[in-house]
């Protein structure tokens, strides 16, 4: 289901209410963010303050803002509570194509709720932002992230050495993509 408030498209699923972060949100992304074991994978430390989720939230708006990207909040139905993001970065229009991301609390893990959001989010890409294809770049330890987009249907393409430097190392990164016909 589809909900479009001020413009920002709202998604519904079973469990789940995937809508905008607001500032009002900052102590909830502090509270995952700052957990080390989420930001393993992500290239990012760990966040130390109410400022760094601010931030967060802000670098979320302007990827909305220059349409470079869109980043929802994940909420349980029975509570409004964000208890992680999932979204589009590095959107290219010109070519259809996209990243996709997610991270979700660690309290939250092996709920099935990380398969719900990015499914719906998928779902989203390619019937309202006529995206042809979407990639997902995961470091090679991350496997759980692996597992997540495989069972979507994404397929590894190949491994990207040093593709990042983050944390003061070079990271190599796997390439997966999902194309709109395969998801179809």
Sequence with gaps: ??????SFPILETNRLI?????????CSLLKYLSDRDVMKHIGLEPFKSINDALDEISWYQSIYDKNTGIR????????GQ??????????IPKHYRSEI??????????????????????????????????????????????????????????LLRSY???????DDLYMY???KPDFE
Aim: glycine share 10%; hydrophobic share 45%.
């Design 72 to 79: 929802w909040g994940i909420t349980l139905k029975n509570q």
């Design 101 to 158: 991301g997610i991270e979700l609390s660690k309290e939250h893990w092996g709920e099935g709720i990380a398969s719900e959001a990015i499914n719906a989010v998928i779902r989203y890409g390619f019937m309202h932002m006529n995206l042809q294809r979407i990639e997902a770049l995961i470091e090679p330890p991350n496997l759980l992230s692996q597992k997540l987009v495989e069972k979507q249907g994404f397929i590894k393409e190949g």
């Design 164 to 170: 990042e430097f983050t944390g003061g190392k070079f």
């Design 1 to 6: 289901m589809l909900v479009e408030v001020n």
């Design 18 to 26: 995937l809508r905008k972060v607001t500032n009002d949100d900052a």
């Design 177 to 179: 993509s999902l194309l």
């Design 82 to 91: 964000v208890i992680g993001s999932c979204g589009f970065l590095n959107l």
